[in-house]
């Protein structure tokens, strides 16, 4: 069934997108990996898989150089702020999220997601050819509003009006998965894994039952809340997802815990999976 629910601005429904594919100041943008792609993605629609692209120093440097990258990617392909951007995957997941976050940390804010992604275009035909796309120079100013760096992170540990969301996964969380030199959780980081923000259709959930879940979960509208993960991915889904749900104060971590966890010089927690 559909849902009916009115939604943020960033998401878009099947009805959006054939009505306005054809527009010449709409780009789509297909997120997942090259070999997907090329087996079939929609007509017209430019590849870009986030991946490859990212940097997890968030210091001043390293954000710099971040920076740098994005602008060279959304020139590349022919993205300027005079454009409204679809980005795309299977369903509403974290490569269609950290692309339109990342969009949106340049300075442009006509970045959308595809809500439920291809699995929300029943009987679309998909193509296999592929246009050259001409490039434009990006000409977006940053939006350091919607990012979180670690030194920010820092001077901010233990305030009330700041909280942090770490949304990986269980085994993640409590260490049972370390993909750092560090296992752990940044120091009073409330948690819960990102997926809980998808249906059972692969799009977000209404923003009533997200926002139920997020008050539960201890999260307070009135703060600001950075979540993160591993690279900044998942973190950048519930960047949207916190949105769409009532929180207008968010910032995505994208250093995540692929910086925080590879450092000795930030406090660390471990927290310990309740008993059954």
């Avoid at 943008?29 to 940097?55: C, E, I, M, Q």
Wanted: net charge negative.
């Amino acid at each position: 069934m559909a849902q009916t629910e009115n939604k943020a601005d960033f998401l878009i429904d099947a009805r959006w997108l054939r009505a306005h594919r054809d527009d010449p100041d709409v780009i789509i943008v297909d997120t997942r990996s090259a070999k997907d792609y090329w087996a079939g993605h929609l007509a017209g629609a430019r590849h870009l898989d986030p991946f490859p692209f990212h940097y997890y120093e968030s210091d001043t440097h390293g954000t710099a150089e971040f920076k740098t990258q994005l602008e060279w990617i959304f020139s590349a392909l022919g993205i300027t702020t005079r454009k409204t951007v679809v980005f795309y995957e299977e369903n509403s997941g974290m490569r269609a999220a950290r692309c339109a976050w990342a969009l949106e940390f340049m300075g442009h804010r006509g970045a959308k997601i595809l809500d439920g992604g291809l699995g929300a275009l029943f009987g679309e035909r998909l193509v296999t050819e592929a246009h050259p796309v001409a490039p434009a120079r990006f000409d977006g100013a940053p939006c350091d509003e919607a990012a979180a760096s670690r030194p920010y992170i820092v001077e901010r540990l233990g305030r009330l009006d700041v909280q942090l969301f770490d949304v990986r996964s269980d085994a993640e969380y409590y260490s049972e998965r370390v993909r750092a030199r560090r296992g752990g959780a940044i120091p009073g980081a409330y948690h819960l894994d990102w997926t809980e923000a998808l249906d059972a259709a692969g799009r977000f959930k209404r923003a009533s039952d997200l926002r139920a879940t997020y008050e539960k979960l201890g999260l307070d509208a009135e703060a600001e809340i950075i979540p993160y993960c591993q690279g900044g991915y998942r973190a950048a889904h519930a960047y949207f997802a916190l949105r769409l749900a009532g929180y207008p104060n968010v910032r995505n971590y994208w250093g995540s815990w692929a910086e925080w966890g590879n450092r000795d010089d930030v406090p660390i927690e471990h927290p310990r999976r309740p008993k059954q």
